[in-house]
C-alpha cells in the first residue's frame, strides 16, 4: 500500500471510530501536546523553497481554529506552574514559533483574536534583517545556483573536505553538525563568495524576518519571547565559551529588546542529540525553564519542562491534524521505548528507521537535488 493511501484510510478510520478515544488506545499518557511553526506565506520564497518550514496563512487559520475547537491552548505560565508537566487541562496545547520570520507578526495577531498564547523563539543575530540565517542563506545558494556551489564551499573547509552533499538535508543535518562553529562561519563565507552574493544586502533586500520593534510589540501585547540561540547552531558543537555568546548572550539581548524576561528555549534543527546534559546544565544555571525539542513525540505526564517535544505543523486538514497530533507522537513513544530495550540488549544495534524527526522533515528535501 502506497503511503498516501496508508494515511487516507487511516484519516477515514479515526473519522468514524471517535477520534480521542483511538488516541488513547495507542496510550495514555500524553499530558502536552505542542506545535511549532516557522514560515506562514502564501507561496515559498528562494531562501525557503524545500525547507520545509512554510505554511500557508489559510492552512495556518484552520490549524488554530482546529486546537481552540478540540484542544485547550494554554500559556507557558501554566506549563511551568508545577516542577513537571502535568496538571494541565485536558488537552492542552502550546503553540510555539521558530526562527522569528516576519510572518509572526501576523500569526500573532490571529492568536490574539482566537485567544491562543503563543511563544516565539528568537536569534538575535537575524533581528532587522542585519544578516541571513545560515539556512536560509543555504536554501538560496542551493535553489539558485544548485548544489555544485555547496559543495565547493564545503570542499574549503577542512573538516567537511570528504562529504558530497546531494540535498540540502545533507547539509544541515550531515554537515553542519561535524563543524565547529568558526568552520560552519567559514563554509558560509566560502557559500557566498562563490556565488557571488552579499549577504547584508540579500537580507536587508529579503527582510525575512521581524524587526527589533516588532519584536518588543509582541511582548507588549502578551506573547512570550524565548530563545534560539544566538546564530541558529546545533549546539552539540558548541564549547563552552560558545555557549555563553549563543545561548546567554542571545538571551540578554533578546531581554534588552523585549522589556520582558526570557525563560524558554527552543533547540535550533530539534534534534534530542543536541540536548545533552551539558546544554541542559547551562541552560539551568543561565536561569531557563523550559526547553522545547522537535522530534514529535508525545509529552507523559511526568515530562521535564527542560524537555519537551514538539509537532511541526504543514497541513491545514483535520483528518491529517489528528494523526499527527494525537496519534503519531504516541507511536513514536513505543516505537522509541522498544528501540531502547533493544539496544539494552544489543549495545551496538543500529536503529532500523531513524528516531528523530527534526525541525526541517527530511522529505522536504528531496526536491532540491541539483
Ligand atoms: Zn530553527
New binding site residues.
Partial sequence: MIEHDYWAMMGLATRKAGRFAIGRMTGSAYSLRCVVF?DVSAAESPFTKAMG?SITPGKFEAVLKFLVRYYTPVSLDEVLAGPRIGKLPQRAVIVTF??GYASAALCAELCRELRVPAVF?L?AAFLDNKRL?P?NLVCYVANTFGMDVLNRAARAVKTSSVLHLQTMADVFHRLFPILSPAERQEFLNAAAQLAGVDEGALARQASLYLTSKQVRELACEGSEIGS?TSN?VHCRTLAAPDMDGEIDRNKEELEAISGKRVRSF?V???SSADLNSELTQHLKSSGYQAAFLSESVANAAEADPLRIDRVSIRTGAAHALFLQIEILPRLRVIRNRLFHRRTLKRAHAKPPFSLTQP?YSKESFERTQN
Avoid: M, T
Fill in positions: 516557522h518550514v521558530d526562527d523563539f536569534n540565517a539556512d534560539h541558529h527552543s535550533p534543527y530539534g525541525e
